[in-house]
């Protein structure tokens, strides 16, 4: 299988980005229905799926999937990023926590959990041959993060930074995993964000909910330090299936805003870029 190349004109059809709220209305843009192609899947009201795709599409944007350049995903599991970036020639290291403490934190369940480079192609979305040239493995733990992982063009991780053990410990990586990053390179990670309150929350637990009071603190913080963050938007959208509550025990017909203990919950995405070394930035050096 050859490296692939992308018609960009089926990608811009919508505008770039931004941080934001999952919403229905990504499901029927053409960029959104392109990366589905890729993954073999049909277009679904679910969060996870958008959440994958969303983090393929802000990537793809700011030129970060292209061949040679160099991406980290953290807590990776099984999911689909690796594989298909390494059909555009990107070299992916793929981190998940170190495996016993994994099993015993119940990693296991839903193949949630990475092994090694064999838990990433079980779709099979790439050639054998193309995962062990571009994708090499390595456990890492997101709460400390080693110091030689530096000098990536992008990293991301999906939904996993909420399950640190609080808020606080979220936030931390946040700020932590730009130091993997060359000065300009681009962070996209999504969480969950509590829709019903900014205040009340889940804040010290195996999953936590960000609040928007928690986004703003963190992305003040980003930017007083010079890094970019893409602009905030909060919207919940507009479609039926926007206000479709999937309560539990979770059907997972409609599964955009989801119950969550008393909380309503939807996935958010925010993207990063590191700060640029310049005359205006070398304060921030």
């Known amino acids: 299988m050859e490296e692939r190349k992308w018609n960009t004109s089926l990608v811009y059809d919508s505008g770039k980005r931004k941080s934001e709220l999952c919403k229905a209305k990504d499901m029927q843009a053409g960029w959104y229905q392109r990366w589905c192609r890729e993954l073999n899947?049909?277009?679904?009201?679910?969060?996870?799926?958008?959440?994958?795709?969303w983090v393929m599409q802000a990537l793809w944007e700011r030129g970060c999937i292209q061949k040679g350049k160099k991406g980290?995903?953290?807590?990776?599991?099984?999911?689909?990023?690796?594989?298909?970036?390494?059909?555009?020639?990107?070299d992916i290291l793929a981190t998940?926590?170190?495996?016993?403490?994994?099993?015993?934190?119940?990693?296991?369940n839903a193949d949630q959990l990475c092994f090694g480079i064999e838990s990433l192609n079980t779709r099979k979305l790439c050639d054998d041959?193309?995962?062990?040239?571009?994708?090499?493995?390595?456990?890492?733990?997101?709460?400390?993060?080693?110091?030689?992982l530096t000098g990536f063009d992008f990293n991301?991780?999906?939904?996993?930074?909420?399950?640190?053990?609080?808020?606080?410990?979220?936030?931390?990586?946040?700020?932590?995993?730009?130091?993997?990053?060359?000065?300009?390179?681009?962070?996209?990670?999504?969480?969950?964000?509590?829709?019903?309150?900014?205040?009340?929350?889940?804040?010290d637990a195996d999953t936590v909910i960000f609040r928007k009071k928690d986004i703003d603190k963190l992305v003040a913080e980003l930017r007083m330090a010079g890094h970019f963050v893409e602009e905030l938007d909060y919207s919940f959208g507009?479609?039926?299936e926007d206000f479709m509550v999937d309560i539990f025990p979770h059907r997972q017909d409609v599964?955009?805003?989801?119950?969550?203990?008393?909380?309503?919950?939807?996935?958010?995405?925010?993207?990063?870029?590191?700060?640029?070394?310049?005359?205006?930035?070398?304060?921030?050096?």
């Open 96 to 108: 998940d926590i170190f495996p016993e403490k994994g099993k015993a934190m119940g990693w296991t």
């Open 255 to 285: 599964h955009l805003k989801l119950q969550l203990n008393e909380f309503v919950v939807t996935s958010i995405g925010l993207i990063i870029q590191k700060r640029k070394r310049g005359i205006l930035q070398g304060w921030f050096k």
């Open 156 to 203: 991301w991780s999906s939904c996993s930074f909420e399950h640190l053990g609080t808020i606080e410990k979220g936030i931390k990586f946040l700020k932590n995993q730009l130091t993997t990053l060359k000065p300009g390179g681009w962070a996209v990670h999504t969480t969950e964000f509590n829709v019903s309150s900014n205040e009340k929350t889940i804040d």
């Open 72 to 90: 980290l995903v953290f807590a990776v599991g099984t999911e689909p990023g690796p594989s298909i970036f390494a059909n555009y020639g990107c």
């Open 129 to 148: 041959d193309i995962l062990r040239k571009h994708i090499s493995y390595r456990p890492v733990d997101m709460n400390d993060i080693p110091g030689d």
């Open 41 to 53: 899947e049909k277009p679904k009201f679910h969060r996870k799926q958008w959440e994958f795709i």
């Open 238 to 240: 507009g479609l039926p």
